[in-house]
């Protein structure tokens, strides 16, 4: 593999684990799921 391939390479993988990270935080702050999608109700019901 050569330089360029590599770097690349590495961006990709950053890009994807930075959208990983993210959802997980929000997921934590309980920002993540379909809370404005038309099925929330039926699928989180609230409590």
């Known amino acids: 593999m050569n330089l360029p391939t ?12 930075a959208i990983i990270v ?3 935080r929000k997921k ?3 920002e993540g ?4 999608c038309a099925g929330s109700d039926f699928y ?3 409590q």
Do not use: T, W
């Open 22 to 24: 993210q959802q997980v």
């Open 6 to 17: 590599i770097l690349i390479g590495l961006l990709i993988l950053a890009i994807f684990v």
């Open 28 to 30: 934590k702050r309980g």
């Open 33 to 36: 799921g379909c809370s404005g």
């Open 44 to 46: 989180q019901p609230k």
